[in-house]
């Protein structure tokens, strides 16, 4: 059997793909090929259960054609947006997405009424292999390292340490500089990394100023490398981002702050079944105008920023 698995991003919804991804190879031992965009190849490359990652780079009609010479029996749509429904009708091959909860998501950001089910991403994706006998083995999530790169020059970090994320694909996602400066503060005798991209380089800055034990990492680190990072740490540090999942697929203790999105999304840290660590989840559940979007906006559209503002007090 072939089986064709589309996500086409981001970072932490292709790295929550990983059980299925595993359970596919390992419980039908099909020939499993990957569908995601060419920006996130770094993310499923080193997969060992993937046999081959197909690269997307925007335009659909050269893809399909080239997923239609792969002649699959099977498509596994764990994206379910416009774009994977174009692919998969023009494949016209058999396949089954999950359910994204959409209505219940509009419902709760729009309204605040929660009718949300208790069930993480993870497992809704399970419910697109059903069909194939697929069932979750309870391992958790994966996230393999191309171990051939190395870290930049200079770099070597301590034996015992910290990670805090700073950054974020949404502002209302990301942790406020000043309230980072004072977590930071607080853990004085805790040697801290902060990792970014380039545009959390800026604010990165300002941090090791006010911080006598943080250390810059911002736009010095690839994902690997700061996968590699992540692996390392005693705990990790982080909003709702691509990065708390990569440190969840290690195993890693971690520290979440949930901005304008709510666990309940399904999308908290995920491990396995049985996982002795501690994963600490700080949110401010007093607010009225909480959940307002199911991923984030550039601005608080209050204005008042107090989900994640309160943290300061």
């Known amino acids: 059997m072939k089986v064709l698995v589309i996500r086409l991003s981001s970072i932490g919804d292709i790295v929550l793909t990983s059980p299925v991804v595993r359970c596919l190879k390992q ?3 099909c020939t499993l090929h990957f569908l995601t965009k060419k ?24 893809t399909v054609s080239e997923l239609k010479a792969e002649n ?18 023009r494949l016209r091959k058999p396949g089954a997405s999950f359910n994204k909860l959409d209505f219940k998501k509009f419902l709760i950001t729009k309204f605040k009424i929660n009718l949300l089910p208790k069930v993480h991403v993870v497992d809704r994706y399970f419910g697109a292999v059903k069909k194939l006998g697929v069932e979750n083995d309870g391992r958790g999530l994966d996230y393999f390292i191309d ?4 870290m930049p020059t200079g ?11 700073i950054g ?3 502002k209302t996602k990301i942790v406020p500089t000043d309230i980072i400066v004072q977590i930071c503060n607080n853990m004085r005798t805790n040697k801290i990394y902060i990792i970014g991209g380039k545009e ?20 010095r680190l690839t994902i690997n490398q700061s996968a590699q990072v992540i692996r390392n740490a005693d705990r990790v540090f982080t909003g709702d981002t691509g990065m708390m999942h990569i440190a ?6 971690i520290t979440s702050f949930w901005g304008n999105t709510i666990p309940e999304f399904g999308m908290y840290p995920y491990y396995p079944v049985d996982f002795k660590g501690k994963s600490e989840i700080v949110e401010n559940k007093n607010l009225k105008c909480r959940p307002c979007s199911k991923l984030g906006y550039e601005h608080c559209p209050k204005g008042h920023f107090m989900c994640m503002r309160w943290l300061k007090s």
């Open 27 to 29: 419980q039908t031992d």
């Open 155 to 165: 770099l070597e970090l301590p034996e015992h340490y910290f990670v805090f994320a």
């Open 248 to 253: 969840a697929a290690f195993k890693k203790d």
């Open 168 to 170: 974020g694909q949404h």
């Open 200 to 219: 959390d380089r800026v604010e990165g800055s300002k941090i090791i100023l006010r911080c006598s034990n943080v250390f810059n990492l911002t736009d």
């Open 72 to 89: 699959y029996d099977f498509i596994v749509d764990l994206h379910n947006n416009t774009r994977s429904h174009i692919i998969r009708r």
């Open 39 to 62: 920006c996130y190849n770094t993310l499923v490359a080193n997969n060992p259960y993937i046999d081959k990652v197909i690269l997307f780079d925007g335009d659909i009609k050269t």
């Open 147 to 150: 171990e051939k790169e190395k």
